[in-house]
């Protein structure tokens, strides 16, 4: 019986340890100053507290999304070409979090 218990108790922390990690998400759409989106971009998630990255490209409707994220703080920068280089954060993310983040890009020489 106690063997029981102490599966029934492992199994129980493996799912709590499991919930509460890399279940958030960061996610928007890139547009130019006059409103149209902007196909290409590289999207770059940065953990504050671990440096891990997450990188993305932006579809034909200027969206994209960093999934699986850990709770934390996180730093966005955006890139494409002929605009300006962008830079949001700390944007703080909880469990369970979806962060909708709309940006738009100036036009200028791209880095």
Request: aromatic share 4%; hydrophobic share 40%; net charge neutral.
């Amino acid at each position: 019986m106690l063997k029981f218990k102490l599966l029934i108790l492992s199994a129980l922390l493996v799912l709590q340890a499991t919930a509460q990690g890399g279940s958030s998400t960061i996610s928007g759409t890139i547009k130019d100053a006059t409103g149209s989106v902007v196909p290409g971009a590289r999207v770059r998630v940065t953990s504050d507290q671990t440096g891990a990255a997450q990188s993305t490209i932006t579809n034909d409707t200027g969206v994209f999304r960093a999934g699986s994220l850990a709770p934390g703080s996180y730093r966005v920068e955006v890139e494409a070409e002929g605009f300006q280089k962008l830079l949001r954060g700390p944007l703080t993310v909880e469990v369970g979090q979806v962060i909708a983040l709309d940006l738009g890009l100036e036009l200028g020489k791209s880095s």
